[in-house]
């Protein structure tokens, strides 16, 4: 599948038509830019494009003291323009787009406290001929090293504006206006591009400068940049084919000569043109730092590092790794639980009583009582029972990553997630998907390739999650007495071996083009995390689960309850007052009873109970009860009835037929959520297709199971 | 040529180049983080499950065992 060609293809689109001059916000990963873009723009501001579409971008509105509006933009943090993800290709399209495309300004934030690589990324941004201002974050972090490089000296090294800003507390905000509102008014500004002098690039760029610009009016891109990545052997549409060849010809004159210069060091090493102008980017980047940094800085053990001698060693490595894992688990379930439960008792007790008695009270008709009360106010407590899960699923999400553990756990995972060739941080939605999946798939924003969340996203519904449990605990009580621990532990095993499994089935047939990729994983230094960026993390994630899934778990179970309110004949009660048996919903699960017959199951009972599981897996044993009439799980009713249908419909087999059934419930999808959670992080289609898979999965696999333990029981 | 793998935690090596080994994105991106010839990086320690953490810098980078393998180093 082409994910990522059509992510090539994608457009960005910059809000011009209020005539607002766009300003773009480009920097590395973790140098405090959203910090900084949060500050700008404050309550301004709207996030588009969510994973799952498009890469996702915030924008906001930044108004100035001195009474500019201006449009900004909060690019995905990257390292290069030479693009790696599509975040990173969408910032190089961004800022090489056609003349009237382009942003008018960019603010880069530069990591006082890390400058060599940000100055890296500088020096492409310089070629594209954007005028930029640079703002220096960090500060206080340089400052303690004393590294900091002087805002004034780094100016006059970069011939450009340079601010100091801090965030958080909103120094410096007022001058980076003034800078920006400076350069946005000079007309044109000469370019600063100068990381090429005194390096054996310099003179095959002058020599391209001509016919890059030549081409540039055709392909509309930055005619400098046209020339740099042709040397780097990128090949941008739309070039003419002499450019081309020309290019092609001064990178191979470039390492040649910087081949017969170093013959005995580098016979080993291939250099090119590409090596060369990185190269010369960095010995820039590192001229620029020694002149305006009042110490070189220079690799010596810092707390951080004595930390992480110790959290990354192969003593304590991966126990501490699996604690945090644990700990994680533990407040996704044990911690959530009651206060989903309280949520759900208060929407179906008191909150459902009330509205009931408020609607007798003015007489409304039966079908809107159950419509309201059982449809809407059902789904809307659903919902809510979601809500402290995602708020502890996203706090533990903002923590770790605040803290800088969550690099760190990523590492430690890298080599367990290769086998299916994720990287090691989808280790932790996969985790979080044992508790409750719709945090887990919401969790899968933390990856940053596409393809990376779209595969997860796929296999995390196969997590068997804790309500799942519930119905083991119950079958596997009536069907496996004393066994039925183990019978647990089994479903818990497969549900590991169905991620493995579907992982390696999955990812050829999906993302062909996903390859095996090298672990270069920058960690952060450990942070206390903030209250203020830490709470504004987990505020935006949730609102963003409510607006993308919140309509639609809703929408189902006012479906749901319609399904079961319509009488599929005449002469079977009105609407809303029919039995489930004699409902849409019971003649559709009636008809499916057949087809689930090779598993062993294949009766009324147990299909109804596998079409509300469908809702949500809550929903298994309170329908099973309700069909056999008996009050609820523990009832001896309820155990005799069961043993009863499974014996019958398996032909004496009913231990694996439950087995079966069991199985069927792992595999097949968690719930209605799951499915709007899904649809939210990973689109429609996909959803779709994964919703055939799970069915047709835990279909194969619950007659697989069947027929082997009928042998057996 | 020795590699990065080779080295102990708690020295500093000078990169001398990559080795063009696989092909893919990973050369490219060794040398957007620095690692291009002529820098010094430091073993800061060994990963629980392989690979090695490296001081790059002020940078901290960890690299699965294989890339570390394809970094050719001297003093």
Known sequence: MSCHGAEGAQEVTLDRRTGTPVVALVGNPNVGKSTLFNALTGAHQHVGNWPGKTVSVAQGEWRTPGGHRLRVAD???SYSLLPDSPDEALVRDVLTARPGERPDAVVFALDAANPARNLYLLSQVLDTDIPVVVALTMTDVAARRGTAPAPGALARELAL???????????????????????LEASASPSRSAWAAGSPVAAELAALAGPAREAAAQTAQPARWLAVSLLCGEEPPGVPAALAGRARAAADRLAAAAASGSASASQEVDTDAELLVAEARYAWAHAVIERA???????????????????????FGIPFFLAVMWGVFQATTVLAKPLQDGLGDFVSGPVSGGAERLLEAVRAPGWLTGLLVDGLIN?????????PLMIIMFLLLALLEDSGYFARAAFVADRLMRTLRLPGRAFLPLVVGFGCNVPALAGTRILNRRSHRLLVGLLIPYMSCTARLAVYVMIAGVFFGSNSGTVVFFLYVASVLLVVGMGLILRPLLFRDMKEEPLVLELPPYRLPTLRVTGAQVRQRLSAFLRTAGGIIVATAAAVWLLMAIPSGTGLGGFGKVDVEQSVFGTVTRAAAPVVAPAGFGDWHATAALGTGLIAKEGVISTLAQTYSAEEDGDPKLTASLHGTFEESSGGHGRAAALAFLVF????????????????????????????IQLAAAWLLAVGVFQIARLVW | MPSLNDSRPGTTVRITGIDPGQAGGSRRRLLEFGFVPGAAVTVIARGATGGLLVGLGDTRVALDSRTAGRLRCGR
Not at chain 1, 163 to 182: I, K, Q
Not at chain 1, 667 to 690: D, K
């Open chain 1, 75 to 77: 690019l995905p943090g």
């Open chain 1, 293 to 315: 940094a009042p110490r070189p800085v220079q690799s010596r053990p810092t707390l951080t590092d004595r930390v992480d001698r110790l959290l990354l060693s192969r003593t």
């Open chain 1, 161 to 183: 504006p340079v601010v100091a800003v801090e965030g958080r507390s909103g120094t410096g905000l007022d001058r980076l206006a003034d800078a920006v509102a400076e350069v």
């Open chain 1, 379 to 387: 789904g809307v407590g659903q919902l809510l029972t979601f809500v």
């Open chain 1, 665 to 692: 419930i792992l595999a097949y999808t968690p719930c209605m959520a799951t499915l709007a959670a899904q649809r939210a992080e990973i689109g429609t289609r996909l959803t779709v297709i994964g919703f055939g």
